[in-house]
């Protein structure tokens, strides 16, 4: 079955500090791959997509995630937090031709100034 | 601003009632989809409608069904209300050609 697995449940990190949260798949083939990034009580938003090419990917808000097929892995990484990252990322998955994202269960990161 | 809006925000229902939530997406944004998102879990597929047919659903029960319009806005609605749909829905629209989905704000349905 498709899953997606955030290892991380909570994490914190000093302001300033580098980030990484991990995020592992399991599908047949190589899915497409996303982070967002959830404000309490809000919405979803799209931080970075990896589809195919460069496994390195850039996103918004100074975040990048690097794909590694042989470890079936798609981190996220940001080299130095502000406090205003704080808040639940999810990583997602989707089969090329498939209708529907499969989230992992989140990991909250927390800030400390 | 992702283009995508859902209304109400908030709304607490009784048990056994009925439901329906809305979601207006941009013009070209022709591919929806309704996630349910429990406390403390990640979001959960409910089903997807692509030119206002339904395209695919998730492990959810008949009672949750949905409709999309031409005018790209859709609902999505709940029969027979149980305590375990509390949760934050949240719609997701797909432009035409895109491949990621751009996500409404969430309604949080309380159900007591």
Do not use: M
């Not at chain 2, 999309?68 to 609902?75: H, K, M, R």
């Amino acid at each position: 079955a498709q899953s997606v697995t955030q290892p991380d449940i909570h994490i914190t990190v000093s302001e300033g500090a580098s980030l990484e949260l991990r995020c592992n798949y399991s599908y047949g083939a190589t899915p497409y791959l996303f982070w967002y990034v959830q404000s309490p009580g809000q919405g979803l938003q799209l931080l970075l997509k990896y589809f195919s090419g460069d496994t390195l990917v850039q996103g918004i808000k100074g975040f990048e995630a690097e794909f590694k097929r042989s470890q079936s892995s798609f981190n996220l990484r940001k080299p130095s937090v502000h406090w205003s990252d704080a808040a639940e990322y999810f990583c997602a998955a989707r089969r090329e031709y498939g209708n529907k994202l499969v989230f992992g269960a989140g990991t909250i990161l927390r800030v400390k100034s | 601003e992702t283009g995508v809006t859902q209304s109400p925000t908030h709304l607490i229902k009784t048990r056994g009632q009925q439901v329906t939530l809305r979601c207006s997406s941009q013009s070209g944004h022709n591919t929806v989809s309704w996630y349910q998102q429990a406390l403390g879990q990640g979001p959960q597929f409910i089903f997807q409608y692509y030119r206002e047919e339904e395209n695919g659903r998730g492990n959810f029960p008949p009672r949750f069904s949905g409709l999309q319009f031409p005018n790209y806005s859709s609902e999505l609605n709940v029969n027979a209300l149980e305590l375990d749909d509390s949760a934050l829905y949240l719609c997701a629209s797909s432009p035409l050609g895109r491949t990621e989905a751009f996500f409404g704000q969430g309604t949080r349905l309380t159900v007591v």
